[in-house]
Every structure is written in structure tokens, then in C-alpha cells.
């Protein structure tokens, strides 16, 4: 295949077709090297035209537990007693800066992120 930007959702199935084919390519050989090239022009496709939103910050967290096999008490000190942890996994509460530090720390999620507004569930 002649390696090209997609730029037409046509070149997208057509490129996603390709790396099918070749997906498990060895590596450093013709054919691996195309996979990896297409795979970045998809990925920059994909990224431009189906972007996908980031989590609101509780979801994150919740996910990340998930991910670290974590229960809701293992919040417990890091983000207050029981209580308040519950308060703020169920969007009753909002996430303070003091939190948030610790969540960063703990969980390797990015400021960045819990720093984004959600909605409270009243």
C-alpha cells in the first residue's frame, strides 16, 4: 500500500483494512514498518475526527481504581473518612485542592483532570 494522509473516510477503512492485514508484522521489516507508520496516520485520523472526551474527574478516579484493583476504602485518609470518600465517588461532594493532591499522588491521574468541573448529584 502507498502510504498517504487520510483524509476521506474512505482512506480511513481502506487504511484500517491495511493494518489488518499487516498487524502482526515482525518489526524492522517492510512490512512492520508500514504497520507502525499507518498506525500513527490513523491514530491522527481518528484523533481529528472521532475525538473522545476525557472523564469528568469522578469517573477517572473510579476508572483508575478499577485499573489498581482498588475499593473505595483504600480512599479512606486520602481523601477523608468513609463518609466523605462516599460523598465523593457519589457526586454529593466536590473534590478540594488538598484531595486532588493526594489523588494525583496516589492514583497518577493528572491534576489536570481532576481539576474539571462535574456536575453534583443532589
Do not use: W
Amino acid at each position: 500500500m502507498e502510504l498517504k494522509p487520510i483524509k476521506t473516510e474512505t482512506d480511513y477503512e481502506k487504511a484500517l483494512e491495511r493494518l489488518e492485514l499487516i498487524f502482526d508484522s515482525a518489526p524492522e521489516t517492510k512490512e512492520g514498518d508500514e504497520a507502525e507508520i499507518l498506525s500513527l496516520l490513523i491514530e491522527n485520523y481518528e484523533n481529528q475526527y472521532y475525538p473522545i472526551d476525557a472523564p469528568d474527574p469522578i469517573e477517572a478516579i473510579k476508572i483508575r481504581m478499577e485499573e489498581l484493583n482498588l475499593k473505595q476504602k483504600d480512599l479512606i485518609g486520602v481523601i477523608g473518612g468513609k463518609s466523605r470518600v462516599s460523598e465523593i465517588l457519589n457526586k454529593k461532594k466536590r473534590l478540594t485542592v488538598d484531595m486532588i493532591r493526594e489523588l494525583e499522588r496516589m492514583l497518577q491521574i493528572s491534576a489536570s483532570v481532576l481539576v474539571n468541573n462535574y456536575t453534583l448529584i443532589k
